[in-house]
């Protein structure tokens, strides 16, 4: 391939240096010259349909289109001219025509190319007779879950049916014409759901005007455009990068799928099992029909990773001299730890149980999250130099400091709680997350035939699950929330209640009956709504809907808390969490804390970001650069054209992977998001590129 040459051309008295192969259109607004143009986009073939490009030349009686006419040596272009400017008015005009008069109405006001060149020309609503399309309602098509279509605002430009065809290699928009009348609308002018689109939202992202939008409440609306684009990315609070690794895992590359993964979170095979997965629930798919099944993918990926090619990459400064100690060995402190060992301080990890793990290990069910995973990934952060010291009992974080340089503290929420004071007298009453830890010590509570658990979160329904596998007769649930508004994951319920819990919905416990100081019944009313006020939880009970049930046994699972006193000498706040600052530094010089000792029970993924940025501002305490981002697969170039599926938008959701080719077909619904990050901006004429700043 011959290189291509430098040329010289003159742009409106300003000498412009390109090279072949440019276009004018391009190489003047390189240059800083601006050209009205509206058909015409940088990623795009030219078709100079929209005659705004048009420009004049020296020794050239007619206008050309600056968007379709080669750049050459010493050319001289004029933008502007009696010929260029009666060309370019009279070409909006008709655009103008059938275009809609009010641009308030719509909501890509002031954010509108046609809007912003009728800025530029002077051009206004009123110099040609109204024109109305008979084909509107066919090119707008059906109703759409993810794209709105509004085609009395199209102006046939083009590059929504360039896009789908040049870039994304679908095709599924075309120029159609009925009546002698065209339009651009879906093959056959079925809906979008029934052609080939991906629902990649290229048309959209190049759409000028106002006729082809993203659907509202799609996207999220107040974080900046690079994160709302990218739903799942912004939603996980680690912010790890869902659309590479799920690309990767489609391809079947699961070491560098693995490799992303592993920049952001320090446990991907436990999360992989039990991850909140709030990734899924901003899921650009859910709108269409049902999200992503990330969480299995990530799952997969991990337990396919053969190579573990990130463990080659992970780099370790060297040895600061810093001492840091960590209280607390679940999530949120084994992340800190792994992050300032990274950075090269000395880091020992202080733990009161016997094992590592914090609530992973005595908080989550065996049958949720098998032991030797979580104790694969502990291991992974010990190789790396971390010093774990257990059944270590930590009484004071400032007698801690005074042999370390720093301090960390990571103990989590540790303690459940009984909400009636009655029942946590009683000998067969537990909370859910004592129940769990005894539960997962191989100690579980001779609990009886009957179980009745109290609360509606995923907690609860590990508690009843736990007790059905270990053979109890009858176990139900007892929630405040209605069916279709209760906190569990729908898999747990509907896993829970194919195990024979029995979940009573809308119910409030209002009486207990107990013999000898233990619970044998419990009366509960139907709650109609409830709601929190200042005053605490306020209910509307159903009159005369007692009713009374026997139990042997009695599990309260309505959140859980911190176990701290003032005596453990940091400021405490509400609900005995620790006060820090924006960097998470406490009260006490050089003691710092994260994880749900500072936000109360919040998922594992969040005490993970949480402890990365606060690993981050130790670092910086202790003199270093606090740069805890890690880089472990280096950004491919993505293929544009992601090509027809067939059925694409009526495949079904995957919830459980198995095998290969289940994982590959999931990863293969994802709509490739961050495709669109890739489609530059038009720039405006008012830009301070073209005012030369």
Known sequence: MSEAKSITMTVDGRTVVTETGKTILDASLDAGVYIPHLCSHPMLTPQGGCKLCSVEIDGIGACVSACATPAEQGLVVRTTGERADRLRRAALELILACH????????????????????????????????????TRLASGPPNPLIKREAERCIQCGRCVRACKELRGVGALEYRKRGGESYVGVKDDVSLAESD?????ACVELCPTGAIQDMPGIFPS???????????????????????????????????????????????????????????????????????????????????????????????CAATGKRVAVIGAGPAGLTAAWHLARKGHTVIVLERESLPGGLMRYGIPLYRLPRA?????????????????????????????????????????????????????????????????????????????????????????????????????????????????????????EAALAEGVDVINSA??????????????????????????????VMEKEENSETLVATDSLIYAVGQRIDLTHTFGLALGRANSVVIDAQYATDVEGIFAAGDVTTGTKAIVDAIASAKAAASAVDRYLGGDGATDAVYFEREETVDAIGVVGGFSKIARIA??????????????????????????????????????
């Not at 992503?292 to 396919?304: D, H, P, Q």
Request: charged content about 30%.
């Open 222 to 316: 107040d974080v900046p455009r690079v994160r709302a684009l990218t739903p799942c990315k912004n939603a996980c609070p680690a912010h790890t990068d869902v659309c590479t690794y799920v690309r990767l895992a489609e391809q079947g590359r699961y070491a560098d799928a693995v490799s992303v993964i592993r920049e952001k979170l320090t446990f991907p095979h436990v999360l992989g099992h039990v991850c909140t997965h709030k990734c899924e629930y901003d899921c650009k798919r859910a709108h269409l029909d049902a999200a992503l099944s990330i969480r299995e993918i990530k799952r997969f990926a991990v337990e396919n990773d053969a190579d573990r090619a990130w463990m080659r990459k992970v780099g370790k």
């Open 508 to 537: 409030a416990v209002v009486g207990l009956r107990t013999e000898n100081g233990r619970v044998v019944g419990l009366e509960y009313m139907h709650v109609l709504r409830f709601g929190f006020e200042p005053e605490g939880l």
């Open 197 to 201: 689109c991906r629902f990649c939202g």
């Open 656 to 693: 459980h992977i198995c095998d290969e080719n289940a994982e590959k077909t999931e990863a293969g619904r994802c709509l490739q998001c961050d495709l669109r990050l890739k489609i530059p901006k038009v720039k405006y004429w008012g830009d301070k590129h073209f005012r030369g700043v």
């Open 373 to 493: 995973d979580l104790d694969a990934e502990i291991a992974i952060i010990e190789d790396i130099g971390v010093k774990i010291h257990t059944d270590t009992e930590v009484i004071s974080a400032p007698a801690v400091k005074e042999n370390f340089d720093a301090v960390v503290v990571a103990v989590g929420a540790h303690k459940g709680n009984i909400t009636d004071a009655e029942a946590a007298a009683c000998e067969n009453v537990w909370s859910a997350l004592d129940f769990c830890r005894l539960s997962n010590m191989g100690k579980i509570p001779n609990i009886g035939d009957a179980l009745t658990v109290v609360g509606g979160g995923n907690v609860a329904f590990d508690c009843a699950r736990i007790a059905a596998k270990a053979g109890v007769k009858t176990v139900r649930v007892l929630c405040l929330e209605k069916r279709d508004r209760m906190l569990a994951d729908e898999e747990e319920v």
């Open 100 to 135: 809609p008069a009010d641009c308030t109405s719509c909501t890509a006001y002031l954010n509108c190319e046609l809007q912003a060149l009728l800025q530029y020309t002077g051009v206004v609503h009123a110099r040609l007779r109204r024109i109305e399309k008979r084909n």
